[in-house]
Structures are given as C-alpha cells and as structure tokens.
T-cell receptor
Framework: SQQGEEDPQALSIQEGENATMNCSYKTSINNLQWYRQNSGRGLVHLILIRSNEREKHSGRLRVTLDTSKKSSSLLITASRAADTASYFCATDAGGNTGKLIFGQGTTLQVKP | EAQVTQNPRYLITVTGKKLTVTCSQNMNHEYMSWYRQDPGLGLRQIYYSMNVEVTDKGDVPEGYKVSRKEKRNFPLILESPSPNQTSLYFC?????????????????FGQGTRLTVV
C-alpha cells in the first residue's frame, strides 16, 4: 500500500527559481524523510523531520510537516541544474515496525 | 568509506533459475532492507531486518526470501524468478529502524541491481 503520495508528479523550472514538492501520508508516523535519486541510481538521504517538529532547514532545503493534515512539503530554494532528480518522501508505519514506505516521487527538472 | 554494496549491478536471467543478489554494508548498521522500484509504483519494501536472525516482510514479499546470518550481509534470494520480478532492486541500511524516535534513521542505499527475467 502507498503511504506517501507526492504532488506534483513532475515539475520543470528555471535555474534560480524555487521548487516545492508535497507529500501526503495516511497513518500516524514517528518520522518523515526526504530522499533524492539521480536517474536510475541509489537514493541519497536529504533530511529527516520528526513528528514533533514543524519545520527544518538544511542548506537550501526547507521541510515542513503538518501532522494534523498528514502532509509535508520540501522546498528547494535557488535551484540549480544539479538539483535535477527525483525526490521521494518516506515514512515509517508508526509504532516500532521496520517498515519504511515511500511515495511515488516528484521528478524535478531544472533548466539552465 | 561508508557504503552499501550490491552485486551484481545488472543481471539477465531466465524464468525459474534461482538467483541471489548480495548486499553488504560496512557501517555496523543493525537495520537493513530491500526495495524494488518500478515505473509508476515508486519504491516498495520487500523485506527488512532489524538485526541478525531477525527478518520480516515488507509490502511485497511474495517470491522473495532473505537471510541475515551476519550483521553486514543481507542477501535477497529469488528461488524461482518470474518475469514480473523484472525490476530495479535496492538494498539499504541504517543504524536504527525507520520509526525510531531517537537519533537519525538516515538510510544508506546501494547503487541498485537491475534485474531482467526473461
């Protein structure tokens, strides 16, 4: 079952613009993570936000979490061509299970 | 260098011929897991392991087996592969399981194994 669903599925912007991706999930969570994947390669961890946090920053990344709406957003500011990739949110399944559930991802293209 | 190593990177095999995809991590992580990635379906968890000799099913375990005899290795076994198991497979490891509320549960991913079953 898909816990996380991401919106939009694809996003195309110009270099220097901001990119916003959204993720919704269904069950209670302890953490929500964002990953980046360059075409066909392994995923790289970007940022983790805990259920008791509302906002977190890391460099040009800003993540928000609204547990009442079961949603999160990832903002990439001042985008670069090198940010072109697919971005995935991932949540635990709540409790103490080892399940990690990914969204279907947003494909971001940043045009130089 | 901290890494998760999968082998092979590419594999073409025939239906029914048993195969094993190996996964090894050098970070002394307790938690390891396997995923498959298919177009339009994202990443789906196949199996995970919380520690040595402790494994459990993810969302799509049918047709797969795993074992965790040592902390560093977590092989994925396809006893009788079928064409619907053609996919891109990823192994990942982390210090703690995804829902752990303490320290970071950042997962490190291998580079992937592209499997084609004909």
């Amino acid at each position: 079952s898909q816990q996380g669903e991401e919106d939009p599925q694809a996003l195309s912007i110009q270099e220097g613009e901001n990119a916003t991706m959204n993720c919704s999930y269904k069950t209670s969570i302890n953490n929500l993570q964002w990953y980046r994947q360059n075409s066909g390669r392994g995923l790289v961890h970007l940022i983790l936000i805990r259920s008791n946090e509302r906002e977190k920053h890391s460099g040009r990344l800003r993540v928000t979490l609204d547990t009442s709406k079961k949603s999160s957003s990832l903002l990439i500011t001042a985008s670069r061509a090198a940010d072109t990739a697919s971005y995935f949110c991932a949540t635990d399944a709540g409790g103490n299970t080892g399940k990690l559930i990914f969204g279907q991802g947003t494909t971001l293209q940043v045009k130089p | 260098e901290a890494q998760v190593t999968q082998n092979p990177r590419y594999l073409i095999t025939v239906t029914g011929k048993k195969l094993t995809v190996t996964c090894s991590q050098n970070m002394n992580h307790e938690y390891m897991s396997w995923y498959r990635q298919d177009p339009g379906l994202g990443l789906r968890q196949i199996y995970y392991s919380m520690n040595v000799e402790v494994t459990d099913k993810g969302d799509v375990p049918e047709g797969y087996k795993v074992s965790r005899k040592e902390k560093r290795n977590f092989p994925l076994i396809l006893e009788s592969p079928s064409p619907n198991q053609t996919s891109l497979y990823f192994c990942a490891s982390s210090s703690f399981p995804p829902g752990f509320q303490g320290s970071s549960t950042e997962a490190f991913f291998g580079q992937g194994t592209r499997l084609t079953v004909v």
